[in-house]
């Protein structure tokens, strides 16, 4: 990579300091020529390349343009060549080399045992949907007591949930047991293990018939065409991660179904889902779905209130309702 040419300069030849700023530029140019799939909590190359040196150099991704004129040591320099040759030669999700992922600005440990966190879900629960002036998802988002996150994943959405509603209580239900791993190494890195707790399991059967004021869940909603289109930086991920059924919708139509049995009086549900909208208003006709659009998302991300979740079973076509 460039970085390269930069430490072979001729003796004598005062060679230009190596900054923070031109590191980014010249690892997101090399990022970029490689063609790369960038969906794993970076955008882009510039924005992928920032977390590297950053991650690097300790620097926390908020704060990497305030040191942008820093100059950089040739070992660090080496250490992020290596780096990117490997994500380049791989296609591995740089969170996976790194070990971290941020969302949020919130730090999350990460390897390929549980899918690299990026969930739309987190923009909403730190928005204004939760207890703005004029509208808020929940009557009294502070005094929210509990919180259901189902397929948990590495936890994050559960984290940044009691992170959120200081006064719950959190359950997060995964069914892998490699990323309940994941789960808990985060919940005790992040000292919430009295606060949170991790359940193995298939969607609501660890909880029995426990209720909660709210139920958040990214679910694997990817259909079978999508499965097939998987590129390489997802297939380094746990393909029960993605995998939704035939039309992405089988575990998102179970919460749906089940969602109204585990929510107090005034919950309601959070979920996001991939490309199913269309197909999801279909089977579900009653269903009034309140969709919320993301900074990176339109249509992706539905809100439920319990009110109209108690008893709405799917539309399943050439089935009598
Ligand atoms: C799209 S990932 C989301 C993970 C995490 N919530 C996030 O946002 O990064 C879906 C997760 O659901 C888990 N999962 C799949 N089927 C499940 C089931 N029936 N019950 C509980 N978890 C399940 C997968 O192992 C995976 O960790």
Same mark, same amino acid.
């Given at each position: 990579?460039?970085?390269?040419?930069?430490?072979?300069?001729?003796?004598?030849?005062?060679?230009?300091?190596?900054?923070?700023?031109?590191?980014? &530029?010249?690892?997101?140019?090399?990022? $970029?020529?490689?063609?790369?799939?960038?969906?794993?909590?970076?955008?882009?190359?510039?924005?992928?390349?920032?977390?590297?040196?950053?991650?690097? *150099?300790?620097?926390?991704?908020?704060?990497?343009?305030? &040191?942008?004129? /820093?100059?950089?040591?040739?070992?660090?320099?080496?250490?992020?060549?290596?780096?990117?040759?490997?994500?380049?030669?791989?296609?591995?999700?740089?969170?996976?080399?790194?070990?971290?992922?941020? /969302?949020?600005?919130?730090?999350?440990?990460?390897?390929?045992?549980?899918?690299?966190?990026?969930? +739309?879900?987190?923009?909403?629960?730190?928005?204004?949907?939760?207890?703005?002036?004029? +509208?808020?998802? *929940?009557?009294?988002?502070?005094?929210?007591?509990?919180?259901?996150?189902?397929?948990?994943? !590495?936890?994050?959405?559960?984290? *940044?949930?009691? /992170? %959120?509603?200081?006064?719950?209580?959190?359950?997060?239900?995964?069914?892998?047991?490699?990323?309940?791993?994941?789960? %808990?190494?985060?919940?005790?890195?992040? $000292?919430?293990?009295?606060? =949170? &707790?991790?359940?193995?399991?298939?969607?609501?059967?660890?909880?029995?018939?426990?209720?909660?004021?709210?139920?958040?869940?990214?679910?694997?909603?990817?259909?079978?065409?999508?499965?097939?289109?998987?590129?390489?930086?997802?297939?380094?991920?746990?393909?029960?991660?993605?995998?939704?059924?035939?039309?992405? =919708?089988?575990?998102?139509?179970?919460?749906?179904?089940?969602?109204?049995?585990? *929510?107090?009086?005034?919950?309601?549900?959070?979920?996001?889902?991939? %490309?199913? &909208?269309?197909?999801?208003?279909?089977?579900?006709?009653?269903?009034? +779905?309140?969709?919320?659009?993301?900074?990176? !998302?339109?249509?992706?991300? +539905?809100?439920?209130?319990?009110?109209?979740?108690?008893?709405?079973?799917?539309?399943?076509?050439?089935?009598?309702?």
């Amino acid at each position: 990579m460039n970085v390269r040419k930069t430490l072979k300069r001729k003796r004598g030849v005062p060679a230009k300091p190596v900054t923070v700023a031109s590191l980014v &530029r010249s690892v997101a140019a090399d990022l $970029k020529r490689a063609k790369l799939v960038f969906a794993h909590g970076t955008v882009d190359p510039i924005a992928e390349a920032a977390f590297i040196v950053a991650e690097t *150099l300790g620097i926390h991704p908020h704060f990497i343009a305030a &040191r942008a004129e /820093m100059p950089v040591a040739a070992a660090k320099q080496k250490k992020i060549a290596r780096l990117v040759d490997r994500r380049i030669r791989t296609r591995k999700p740089t969170a996976y080399l790194l070990k971290r992922i941020y /969302m949020l600005g919130v730090p999350f440990y990460i390897d390929e045992r549980a899918i690299v966190p990026r969930s +739309f879900l987190g923009e909403v629960l730190a928005s204004e949907l939760f207890a703005g002036q004029s +509208f808020s998802l *929940l009557p009294d988002a502070e005094a929210v007591g509990s919180v259901l996150d189902l397929c948990t994943g !590495s936890g994050c959405l559960a984290i *940044l949930s009691a /992170m %959120r509603f200081r006064g719950a209580k959190v359950d997060a239900v995964e069914l892998s047991k490699d990323a309940i791993e994941v789960a %808990r190494r985060n919940a005790a890195e992040h $000292k919430l293990k009295k606060r =949170l &707790r991790v359940l193995r399991g298939d969607l609501f059967a660890p909880v029995a018939d426990k209720r909660y004021d709210l139920i958040i869940s990214n679910p694997p909603y990817v259909d079978d065409a999508g499965m097939k289109g998987l590129p390489p930086e997802c297939r380094h991920e746990p393909a029960m991660a993605f995998d939704g059924g035939t039309d992405g =919708l089988d575990i998102v139509r179970r919460i749906i179904d089940e969602a109204g049995r585990h *929510l107090t009086r005034n919950g309601g549900l959070l979920c996001e889902i991939g %490309r199913g &909208r269309e197909a999801l208003e279909r089977a579900y006709p009653k269903l009034r +779905f309140l969709w919320l659009d993301t900074e990176e !998302s339109s249509g992706e991300v +539905f809100w439920l209130d319990a009110g109209q979740l108690r008893g709405a079973p799917a539309v399943i076509p050439g089935r009598s309702p």
